[in-house]
């Protein structure tokens, strides 16, 4: 069960991380939003609302900043929007998922075409590359907070599908979607806080672009990333 992860990374993080962390904050604000809107208002009550304040505070988003998400939810003439996939091939045939959530779909499509077109990539019809990745949860601890052995017991204990470990000295635990919350709620409940946890796409053949591809395939996840209505981008890295 436990072996060396050649997935840790999948995710692109870009440099500028003052601008980075404005936009996070104003992606998760409107998955708070959502989440709100489509569960229940009581985090303890709805899985997708408590991970996104969840994931708002590992960035240290303010208390005013969640709550101000929470309440558009129920606000007159409130913000709706609707979670959408796009997926399409970087260069070099690396397949690309894009999540976004839009109050417009017909503005969000031709703006991620476009990006894809632009950067070298071809944006594909639902399902053209999806079936590539796994939907999965992810949640990484320092090897810091336990031995192998221990972590491997409350893994299982958990019900957790999978635990492996990085080069940088991590455990990558991975669980079914359907019991992410449950796994993520035992594991904290013996090793603290997990250093992060989210729901993620991993795919099952990465591929192996050359450098110059590397380099587009970076530029391409970069322009998407900066899109207003695109929440997270994966990779088949």
């Known amino acids: 069960m436990a072996g060396h992860s050649k997935w840790a990374n999948i995710q692109h993080r870009k440099g500028a991380q003052d601008k980075a962390r404005a936009g996070q904050f104003t992606k998760l604000a409107r998955e708070i939003t959502m989440a709100t809107k489509l569960g229940d208002a009581n985090p303890d009550n709805n899985p997708r609302l408590r991970l996104a304040i969840?994931?708002?505070?590992?960035?240290?988003m303010p208390n005013d900043n969640i709550k101000r998400a929470m309440d558009k939810a129920t606000a007159a003439g409130g913000?709706?929007?609707e979670q959408v996939r796009y997926e399409g091939y970087g260069p070099g045939s690396?397949?690309?998922?894009?999540e976004a959530m839009t109050d417009n779909p017909r503005r969000t499509v031709?703006?991620?075409?476009?990006?894809?077109?632009?950067?070298?990539?071809n944006m594909g019809e639902s399902g053209s590359v999806a079936f590539m990745f796994n939907r999965i949860?992810?949640?990484v601890y320092p090897k810091s907070v336990a031995s192998e052995d221990a972590m491997f017991e409350a893994v299982i204990n958990a019900g957790?599908?999978?635990?492996?470990t990085s080069d940088e000295g991590l455990y990558i635990v991975t669980a079914a979607t359907d019991n992410f919350?449950?796994?993520l709620g035992a594991l904290?409940?013996?090793?603290g806080e997990a250093s992060s946890a989210e729901l993620t796409w991993i795919p099952t053949a990465p591929a192996e672009p050359s450098e110059e591809d590397m380099v587009k395939v970076e530029k391409l996840i970069a322009a998407l990333e900066d899109l207003d209505d695109v929440q997270k981008v994966f990779a088949g890295l």
């Open 79 to 81: 913000e709706n929007y």
């Open 160 to 164: 957790g599908e999978d635990l492996d």
């Open 137 to 139: 949860g992810m949640i």
């Open 94 to 98: 690396v397949p690309i998922i894009v």
């Open 110 to 121: 031709p703006e991620v075409r476009s990006v894809f077109t632009k950067n070298g990539g």
């Open 54 to 60: 969840y994931q708002a505070r590992k960035l240290n």
């Open 188 to 191: 904290q409940a013996i090793f």
């Open 181 to 183: 919350m449950q796994v």
